[in-house]
T-cell receptor, first 117, second 114 residues
Framework: QQQVKQSPQSLIVQKGGISIINCAYE??????FPWYQQFPGKGPALLIA?????SEKKEGRFTISFNKSAKQFSLHIMDSQPGDSATYFC????????????????FGQGTILTVHP | DGGITQSPKYLFRKEGQNVTLSCEQN?????MYWYRQDPGQGLRLIYY???????QKGDIAEGYSVSREKKESFPLTVTSAQKNPTAFYLC?????????????FGAGSRLTVL
């Protein structure tokens, strides 16, 4: 019940296209859903995050869409650029396994995004 | 610059040897974490520490040990009991921004068992 399932495992997009990465969760007590971006040889860095009281959050070219009833959320990257090529992780925290205050995140499996010029 | 420093960046180990990965932070964060990253499996929590001299097992603690004697330091020891130790190890610390928890990660240590 603590799993977060992420798809696709890899994604290839042309420059200027839209990249879409999907995640699904089971634990309805999760109350915080961040996305992390990781470049090769580096640690992940927070990209954007959402709480379940809103259905969408946009920051520049990055948008999270959240569907509470379906227990799904997705990352949309508009006008994808070669510099966006990285691994993206969705995550969730909260619930019985430690609570939001512990910062104990459950991560998805990751998506390797490649944007061709 | 504030951040998390992990060392070494690359480490090779023979089977049966223990190794210790260093993690130092100058962010003044109380909570620190160790994650293991394997291809296609995301990040899995090994150990975490909310405060000095206290730490808790994560989801895959078997074969690992940690200590938290100082706020700035959270070293991870990969023992010979860890059956498949080859992986990329990430250390993180936590802060709270507008009520939300944000993890800051180090650049990672890649361990290869020969």
């Amino acid at each position: 019940q603590q799993q977060v399932k992420q798809s696709p495992q890899s994604l290839i997009v042309q420059k200027g296209g839209i990249s879409i990465i999907n995640c699904a969760y089971e634990n309805t007590a999760f109350d915080y859903f961040p996305w992390y971006q990781q470049f090769p040889g580096k640690g992940p860095a927070l990209l954007i995050a959402i709480r379940p009281d809103v259905s969408e959050k946009k920051e520049g070219r990055f948008t999270i869409s959240f569907n509470k009833s379906a227990k799904q959320f997705s990352l949309h990257i508009m006008d994808s650029q070669p510099g966006d090529s990285a691994t993206y992780f969705c995550a969730a925290s909260g619930g019985n396994a430690g609570g939001t205050s512990y910062g104990k995140l459950t991560f998805g499996q990751g998506t390797i995004l490649t944007v061709h010029p | 610059d504030g951040g998390i420093t992990q060392s070494p960046k690359y480490l090779f180990r023979k089977e049966g040897q223990n190794v210790t990965l260093s993690c130092e932070q100058n962010l003044n964060h109380d909570a620190m974490y160790w994650y293991r990253q394997d291809p296609g499996q995301g990040l899995r929590l090994i150990y975490y520490s909310q405060i000095v001299n206290d730490f808790q097992k994560g989801d895959i603690a078997e074969g690992y040990s940690v200590s938290r004697e100082k706020k700035e330091s959270f070293p991870l020891t990969v023992t010979s009991a860890q059956k498949n130790p080859t992986a990329f190890y990430l250390c993180a610390s936590k802060t709270t921004v507008s009520g939300a928890n944000v993890l800051t990660f180090g650049a990672g240590s890649r361990l290869t068992v020969l």
